[in-house]
């Protein structure tokens, strides 16, 4: 018989070396680094260097992005050290096809806002072009696309039939992320505010608290 696949964790928006440390060392399957200026987790390409260079192989580099111009992407690439791209803007699925031509090898996921039964039925355009889709609560007009610590009704996804592999993420932390993955299935699980003294601000105690949940489950 096989083994049920354990829930992993994506830390989004880190920003400094004793946060990536302890994202490491409580198992975090993936860490996120955000390339948007208008976020309070944006980083430089050279920090995100320094930042991805102290992690070991099997964690992921995930780079977010929101409509980005092609020469950022290139940048997070080359001196970022990012090995998957996460699009939160109105990227359409040709720009993911673009994208996966320019950049071979590297992975790219795409999130979908969520706030009606609705909102899902965008995940199947990205079939084709998407390794991933993250299901993350919408945001309201004018304000961040992502990292706004806002959950959307995880009771949206009972019965959808997932076009393709997914996440979870919005308004997650350590209280309710058995919750989370238990009604929905979500087996990757993502998270900033939730880990977060301020926006912005990672807490390494509230990392710890989190992952250690998550390998509960
Ligand atoms: O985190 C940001 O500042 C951000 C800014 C612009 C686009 C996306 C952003 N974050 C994307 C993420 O992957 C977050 O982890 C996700 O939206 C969940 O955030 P939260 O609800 O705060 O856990």
Not at 63 to 72: I, T
Not at 122 to 148: C, N, Q, S, W
Request: net charge positive; glycine share 10%.
């Amino acid at each position: 018989m096989r083994a049920m696949q354990r829930v992993t964790a994506k830390i989004c928006g880190l920003s400094t070396p004793d946060t990536v440390d302890a994202a490491v060392r409580h198992g975090a399957s993936h860490a996120g680094f955000v390339f948007f200026p208008k976020s309070p987790r944006h980083v430089s390409f050279e920090q995100a260097a320094a930042l991805t260079m102290r992690l070991p192989r099997h964690v992921g580099r995930v780079g977010v992005f929101v409509d980005p111009e092609e020469a950022v992407v290139d940048q997070a690439i080359r001196i970022g050290g990012v090995d998957t791209i996460q699009l939160h803007g109105k990227e359409p699925p040709e720009r993911l096809a673009a994208l996966r031509a320019r950049h071979p090898g590297i992975a790219v996921w795409k999130a979908v806002p969520v706030r009606t039964r609705a909102d899902l039925d965008a995940a199947a355009r990205y079939r084709p072009v998407a390794d991933l889709i993250l299901y993350d609560a919408k945001t309201p007009e004018g304000t961040l696309p992502g990292g706004m610590g806002l959950r959307f009704d995880w009771a949206l996804l009972d019965g959808f039939r997932h076009p393709q592999r997914w996440a979870l993420s919005g308004g997650i932390d350590a209280d309710n992320v058995a919750d989370a993955a238990g009604r929905t299935g979500a087996r990757l699980i993502d998270i900033s505010s939730g880990v977060e003294s301020a926006p912005g601000i990672k807490a390494v105690d509230k990392i710890a608290a989190f992952l250690q949940r998550v390998a509960t489950l």
